[in-house]
């Protein structure tokens, strides 16, 4: 529906609530449980305790800046974002555990793969592979999955 504001800034009309950062998140981390099996995940903003001795994947979601495809209104906005897991595994575990991991989780997220939530279809346009750091008990090798959504406004 279309929507009016009037001079003295009173809304005309209702507006459909809209979901999409939270869609397209959700999408995203429906991929990303699909791909991490039993491998523990400390998701952003939760409180985490890793078990010693145990590997566990670190998310970050980092949405970049809308771009608006026409001008108007009902035209399409294109979406992107970036996704960072963090491949942790025991330092002693040495480097090649981690990348075993990022390849298990590249194994199911692949460039091209669309996932979608609430009908909400999410690209995964490019997949790469980071630095390896050394954290005191812990080796981590950054895995950075792009992704893209075109919605219509």
């Given at each position: 529906?279309?929507?009016?504001?009037?001079?003295?800034?009173?809304?005309?009309?209702?507006?459909k609530p809209r979901t999409v950062?939270?869609?397209?998140?959700?999408?995203?981390?429906?991929?990303?449980?699909?791909?991490?099996?039993?491998?523990?995940?400390?998701?952003?903003?939760?409180?985490?305790?890793?078990?010693?001795?145990?590997?566990?994947?670190?998310?970050?979601?980092?949405?970049?800046?809308?771009?608006?495809?026409?001008?108007?209104?009902?035209?399409?906005?294109?979406?992107?974002?970036?996704?960072?897991?963090?491949?942790?595994?025991?330092?002693d575990f040495g480097t090649l555990?981690?990348?075993?991991?990022?390849?298990?989780?590249?194994?199911?997220?692949?460039?091209?793969?669309?996932?979608?939530?609430?009908?909400?279809?999410?690209?995964?346009?490019?997949?790469?592979?980071?630095?390896?750091?050394?954290?005191?008990?812990?080796?981590?090798?950054?895995?950075?999955?792009?992704?893209?959504?075109?919605?219509?406004?």
């Amino acid at each position: 529906m279309i929507a009016s504001i009037t001079c003295n800034g009173t809304l005309s009309g209702t507006l459909k609530p809209r979901t999409v950062f939270h869609d397209i998140e959700s999408a995203l981390n429906t991929l990303i449980l699909t791909a991490v099996g039993s491998t523990p995940v400390a998701w952003e903003n939760v409180k985490y305790e890793p078990s010693v001795g145990t590997a566990f994947i670190q998310v970050f979601h980092v949405p970049l800046r809308t771009s608006p495809m026409s001008l108007g209104y009902g035209g399409y906005t294109d979406h992107r974002g970036v996704v960072q897991l963090n491949m942790c595994v025991p330092s002693d575990f040495g480097t090649l555990a981690a990348i075993l991991l990022a390849d298990k989780m590249t194994g199911t997220i692949r460039r091209g793969i669309v996932t979608t939530y609430n009908s909400v279809p999410v690209r995964i346009s490019a997949i790469s592979v980071g630095s390896m750091d050394i954290q005191k008990a812990w080796a981590i090798l950054p895995v950075t999955i792009n992704w893209q959504c075109y919605l219509p406004d």
